[in-house]
């Protein structure tokens, strides 16, 4: 019997099956950096006190453990928080005085809520330079994490707006510089924007980039 023929795979099948190789890819980046952290925490559990301690998986568990709720909490405070922004700008546009108006008291008291902790740990870290000492391979690994998975995530939505535009039924000529100027205002990090300036769009990066306040920070 001869071998069965190859099946010939679409544009559009093989770009799906790219993206899902990289999706896979992606997340095990993610978890092997998530774990790398674990296991730095376990390490750490053993030099601080239960106490300081939990406020350092407080910490962790703010930026990086995923639920409904948080993300809800997070999502309508960075909503506002733009929406504020926008609001300025415009008054300032037309000239005229800036003012911030009242901020609703049930969304502030979850935005206060969420950087208690932050300044917490803050504290905690400022007022015991032996403590800092002792979290520090913790909070390096967190920055880490906080690399990978801002790097991968952008590396996959960006592929992933690519695949979308040209398999859109809708444009049959996409727009590539809008759509690539779409993705560069999603990069966060320094180096990775301004290479994609450079490298993608053929331009230099928007100045005052590198003010940005990109990772974690302690």
Known sequence: MGAKALKVLTIEELDQTFLSILTDQCEWATEEARQCTAS???????????PE??????FYDLYFVSSADMDQKKNAINEEVDSLVDSLQAAQERGE???????????????????????????LIKFDGGIRDQILPALASMQCEDAVRQRVDH????????VDADHSAMASTPDWDAIAHGIAKTLTSVAETKAFYEKVLGEPAPEGIADQSVFIEF
Do not use: C, M, P
Not at 110 to 118: D, F, G, I
């Open 155 to 162: 590396l996959r939505n960006g592929w992933r707006v690519l």
């Open 40 to 50: 730095i925490f376990t390490l750490t559990s053993h030099y601080i006190s239960q």
């Open 53 to 58: 301690f939990d406020t350092l998986q407080q």
């Open 97 to 123: 005085d800036l003012t911030v108006g009242t901020e609703d008291e049930a969304k502030k008291k979850e935005r206060l809520s969420l950087s208690a902790v932050q300044k917490k740990l803050e504290t």
